[in-house]
């Protein structure tokens, strides 16, 4: 028995619910996999979005303004679809297959398009109807939870299979996440390489046909994983705990903390505490125990009013990862501008190579091969050289302590 739980992974399970083998499961097997779905998933999205503005303005005769509108919403809030698809993950395939579905469907059938512009130009367009544009929308918005759904568990699922306790696994880790940054950036290379050609030179449907039966590999591939993951037990949702800590603080406002650190409510085992810091000091009187902040005899907190001294700095984390995150915006502003507004400028443009003619879409390849070039140099330039930084540091500290 002992040897069998020396092979043991701490805090993660296998499929039968058992503690998970380290030889059996886990590793980059099943981090290949999730990276191969990562990579369908963003051929999908990014194929759609990429020519969508295109879509919008020739075909369903759209103002710039709204069609651009409408592709931002749509990236907006599949985005933002994160925070309620990590309550659906489980379900998140079907309904990006489900949406990719009609999306190809509404692209070729007529009547769920406006007529085309006919030759005499003193007559406008005919606008789409509410029913034809309810459709694109609903497609659009399956696709959007669909893509909430993947991208609030897969980097995490991914993550997963490699034990953070282990040296090796640890450097593992850390490099999935560059690779997971790159399948991302291939996958949106060839939606805007060979999709958007599909598109332009094929038909929309075919496309979006594509899109719909790459999430049908991808299903393939996550279920022909399932044997060899990695599943960590359910800690609750870290948005919750967010806001419990936030509650009871609020309610304690006007408690003072006590003199001692040590006095503040701490139920989290040794080995998993969170050192206490005072940055954010108005957070620990969440932790401050107070009469009726516990629920029954047996010492069971309600987590809404008395939250522990780990769960407190949990959220200081948060807090402190804020400005990291702010310094994203102005990225993604420009992201959004790039299948936006550079497709509509493009599509004014010669783009003509010979006899070839180059999507509009597709000059967002620039972008994209300026994200992959920069993983590259990170990943085989900077991450080497702060290795050696730091073995250098350490080093000289353990010759100074000797």
Same mark, same amino acid.
């Given at each position: ?32 996999? &999730? ?8 051929? +999908?999205?990014? =194929? &759609? ?8 303005? =020739? ?5 710039? +303004? ?10 907006? !809030?599949?985005?933002?679809? *994160?925070?309620?698809? =990590?309550?659906?993950?489980? !379900?998140?395939? #079907?309904?990006?297959?489900? #949406?990719? %579905? ?8 007529? $009547? ?34 669909? !893509? ?20 090796? $696994? ?7 996440? +560059? ?92 080995? @998993? ?7 954010? #000091?108005?957070?620990? @009187? %969440?932790?401050?125990?107070?009469? #009726? ?6 010492? $069971? ?58 999507? /509009? ?8 091969? /300026?994200?992959?070039? +920069? ?20 080093? /000289?500290? *353990?010759?100074?302590?000797?």
């Amino acid at each position: 028995m002992e040897g069998k739980m020396s092979w043991a992974v701490a805090d993660a399970l296998d499929y039968k619910g058992e503690p998970a083998d380290r030889t059996k499961t886990g590793g980059w097997v099943p981090a290949a996999l &999730i990276l191969g779905i990562e990579m369908c998933e963003r051929l +999908s999205t990014m =194929g &759609i979005a990429v020519n969508l503005v295109t879509y919008l303005v =020739g075909t369903m005769h759209l103002p710039s +303004s709204t069609s651009a509108n409408v592709v931002t919403d749509f990236m907006g !809030t599949s985005f933002l679809l *994160c925070l309620l698809g =990590g309550f659906v993950a489980d !379900t998140f395939l #079907g309904r990006f297959k489900t #949406g990719t %579905a009609i999306l190809a469907v509404s692209t070729k059938l007529p $009547e769920l398009q406006p007529p085309p512009c006919g030759s005499n130009k003193n007559v406008p367009c005919q606008r789409a109807t509410e029913f034809q544009m309810g459709i694109l929308y609903l497609a659009l918005y399956l696709i959007a939870l669909g !893509t909430g759904g993947l991208k609030s568990s897969v980097s995490g699922l991914g993550s997963d299979q490699f034990d953070e306790t282990d040296e090796k $696994e640890q450097a593992q880790r850390t490099a999935f996440f +560059s690779r997971f940054f790159f399948f991302i950036s291939l996958g949106t290379l060839m939606a805007v390489t060979v999709l958007v050609w599909v598109q332009d030179e094929v038909g929309r449907s075919w496309a979006y046909g594509i899109c719909s039966v790459s999430m049908g590999i991808a299903i393939v591939i996550f279920l022909g994983g399932i044997k060899r993951y990695r599943y960590k037990k359910s800690m609750g949702s870290p948005i919750v705990h967010i806001f419990q800590v936030i509650s009871a603080a609020v309610k304690k406002t006007k408690l003072q903390l006590p003199y001692d650190v040590s006095m503040l409510y701490e139920d989290t085992p040794d080995d @998993k505490r969170v050192s206490h810091t005072e940055q954010f #000091g108005c957070l620990d @009187k %969440a932790a401050i125990v107070a009469e #009726g902040d516990f629920v029954n005899v047996h010492g $069971e907190p309600n987590p809404w009013k008395l939250c522990s001294v780990t769960k407190v700095e949990e959220v200081k984390m948060m807090a402190r990862l804020l400005p990291v995150w702010a310094t994203t915006i102005i990225f993604w502003t420009t992201y959004a501008q790039m299948i936006t507004f550079s497709v509509e400028q493009a599509s004014t443009m010669d783009r003509s190579l010979g006899s070839f003619q180059i999507p /509009a879409g597709s000059l967002t390849v620039f972008f994209v091969a /300026a994200i992959l070039i +920069s993983l590259a140099v990170y990943d085989r330039v900077v991450v080497p050289f702060g290795r050696v930084g730091e073995e250098s540091r350490a080093s /000289a500290a *353990c010759k100074e302590y000797q």
